[in-house]
């Protein structure tokens, strides 16, 4: 009697865990960063970096397809290690970002394609223009943080972008069109 109660209860459960809602997850701001790279002439690669943004994943870890993520960070919060290039970049020439102008990621789908792998089809708009980009992505860790006492995740993804596809092809072909895309974020459980 005992094991068909046991059963029973079990049965009843099973379908409120397969149902469960994906939970909010905010990005660790002072440990996500994404990094950018191309070829400079052919001579060297030029390395950038965006870091201190923010943004929120609704994360299911029973079915990571049923997750998303949105992340939006102002243009100016780049980083290019010199202030001139800096400069060139917000200028005209490029972007002509004014303080406000945002880099925004939308998910739209997300393919689960191993244990700790997917692929995150997404919108990206770059300088005023929306483009359908794919992520691949890892799950690196999810646990609770040993610090903070609490659930958090770490994920990273790659990409290639092409500048001219968002109109910042100024140079190109000679300073390479392709931009290689890092990314690495951690993101904690929302209170």
Do not use: C
């Not at 939308?106 to 997404?122: C, M």
């Amino acid at each position: 009697m005992k094991k068909s109660v046991a059963f029973a209860l079990a049965l009843m459960a099973a379908p409120v865990a397969a149902f469960a809602a994906p939970e909010k997850y905010e990005l660790d701001s002072s440990h996500s960063q994404i990094l950018f790279e191309y070829n400079h002439l052919g001579f060297s690669t030029t390395y950038g970096m965006f870091s201190g943004f923010g943004g929120e994943i609704m994360f299911d870890q029973e079915d990571p397809a049923n997750s998303s993520v949105n992340v939006s960070f102002p243009v100016r919060s780049m980083l290019t290690g010199w202030e001139e290039r800096f400069q060139h970049f917000m200028a005209d020439d490029f972007f002509g970002a004014d303080e406000d102008e945002m880099v925004t990621f939308t998910s739209k789908s997300i393919e689960v394609t191993g244990d700790n792998t997917a692929l995150i089809t997404g919108d990206l708009t770059l300088n005023d223009v929306t483009k359908e980009v794919v992520l691949d992505a890892t799950l690196t860790q999810a646990m609770d943080h040993p610090m903070a006492n609490k659930p958090w995740a770490g994920f990273t993804a790659t990409t290639t972008l092409l500048r001219t596809d968002y109109n910042l092809g100024m140079f190109a072909p000679y300073v390479g069109d392709e931009v290689k895309v890092n990314i690495s974020i951690e993101a904690m459980k929302a209170e």
